[in-house]
């Protein structure tokens, strides 16, 4: 095997500007792969921590993924039954036994648990109105689902508390109303009940929707607020370990029969835009690397065509088949893991100088850069890819310098 | 025992032409036999077919009592790296390679010998030919001659019973052409290896032991001197 190897080096040496082109292409194939998988999957995993970071990871709601069954059809389940003109039955909306369930949850381990109670409100300051959503949080707990604290531009969590009626609002919404810390304003809810509230907190997330119409309050002035004593309408979970997000939220639903979403489920159409975004990354590079294989091709087959007395001569000597293809096979290798490195190294340098990159642009995440996933598995892949096709590429010249009959060069040359 | 036999060997091509027939020929350790005739006559045909590079079309050929028709492909090429050498009318090294290298090409393919011995066993055929400071020269910086005696050297690699050479001189002047002759005596002479060399040349071919004369692929003469 060195002695094939040895050969395949000199064959190849021979050739040095033709070999330097091909293993450039593949190098290039490999370093643009590098650069754009990096691109795409940094931004990816950029996203995809926004927002697990600023959403909750699963989510448990006050309904079911199913109209309830109505009891006909649960006491003929095989007869054929058509139920018309049924009337829901006003039921109070709101997760029911909430308090239980809460139970059940923290004694997940790695589960934070904080149950919300939302509703429309419309804030009134001076002549002007606002419809927002409040939420009703109990700030011990929210504060371990979410990233509220962190947004805070002014006062915290805990002044829901020190003052009565307290409100935390996005500082776009202050702007609109008008207000400022201290400021008194009234809230009215739909249940008709109105009360006069202090703003004790001023918050901006980036998120435009949340910081020109949500609002925060304690969970009992909320209740108080829509006229929901005791009513949770939503808990919120956040994991320690987020990929269990998804098979918690099956097996909390199978128990609770709650409708219970995972931030996967959620977020599920930008996902699938990922996995679009990823399959044309894959097909771009893919066709570079298509290129560079019919380079590899290429050199593979004139080394062959040239080399045909020296492939004769070795046949003669007493290489049998299998031996010259491995030998014109190796070269092909020799290439693409030559690309492959160089390619490697490149890619990294691509990566180093689109991470010097700067954005004049004001992004609402404060984004000034391109976001670079480092991850050695993009230049595995990458590599892989590079060296088994140039294998492939040179399967098929190989074959034909194993198939050459030295009898006919020999005497063809003389 | 006898080296190498041919019985009733012929060779017809796909198209309908013969190439030889009917060629019965046995060779002796240390015979240098020179087969000659006109161009077209089928010596350098029967020369492939002597040395296990073709395969006759009826006929059979025996090196050392084996019947090489019952043999795969692989088991062939097996046979003529161990037993035997080639030499052609172009010396057709590899020109990337070393004299040195290309000596060693055939030895390390082998892999009889350790890395020391086997470069010790190129170096002394290389010495034996004359060409002790061409080791480390490639190909291109060698005269005809010396390359041409390269060529030899990796023949006798790996210690071949039987040397099969074709038109060894074509490309040669006549100094060097009677120098490679003289080496092939002396292989057959002192070393008693069987020489087979195909040549046109009548006065080169009086330096061999024996003289077969084809014409139109059949052996017209066979004379011992």
Known sequence: MRLILDLARGMLSRR?????????????????????????????????????????????KDETRRPLPQAAELALADGAVQINGVKPRDRPRGIRAAGDKIAVLEAIPGAAVAPILTGPVLLRYGSRDVSINVTGIEPARYRRVANLEKDMLQGRLEDLRSAANGLIIGDALAVRLGVQMGD???????????????????????????????????????????DRPNVVNQILLRLADVTRAEPLAREIEDRFGDRTESWEE????????????????????????????FGIYNIISTVVFEKTRDIAILKSLGFTERDVQVLFLVQGVIAGLLGAALGCLIGQLMIEGLGQVRFRTETPAGNDRFLLAQDWRIFAVASFFAVASAAIAAVIPARRAARLDPVQIVRGAA | MTLLAAESVTKRLPEGVTLVSDINLSVEPGEF?????????????????LGLLDRPTSGRVLLEGRDTALLA????????LARLGFVFQFHFLLPEFTALDNVLIP???RGALKPDAAEARARGLLAALGLADAAAKLPEQLSGGMRQRVAIARALANDPVLVLADEPTGNLDTKNAAAVFDIFGRLAAEEGRAILVVTHDADLAHRATRRVHLVDGRIVSDERS
């Open chain 2, 107 to 109: 030895i390390r393919r």
């Open chain 1, 16 to 60: 040095r500007r033709q070999t330097l082109v091909s293993v450039l292409g593949v190098a290039l194939g490999v370093a643009f792969f590098i650069a754009i998988a990096s691109l795409m999957r940094g931004f990816q995993t950029y996203f995809i921590q926004q927002v697990i970071d600023v959403q909750p990871h699963i989510v448990i």
């Open chain 2, 73 to 80: 492909p692989p088991d062939l090429a097996a046979l003529r």
């Open chain 1, 184 to 226: 008194s304003v009234i809230a009215v809810s739909p249940r008709g009940v109105a009360l006069q509230m202090k703003i004790v907190g001023i918050f901006h997330t980036g998120l435009v929707s949340l910081d020109q119409s949500a609002g925060y309050t304690l969970l009992k002035v909320n209740q108080t607020l829509q």
């Open chain 1, 266 to 293: 959620q977020n599920r159409n930008i996902l699938t835009v990922f996995v679009i975004q990823n399959a044309i990354m894959y097909s771009v590079t893919g066709a570079i690397l298509l290129v560079a294989a």
């Open chain 2, 33 to 49: 036999v020179a087969i000659t005739g006109p161009s077209g006559s089928g010596k350098s045909s029967l020369l492939y077919l």
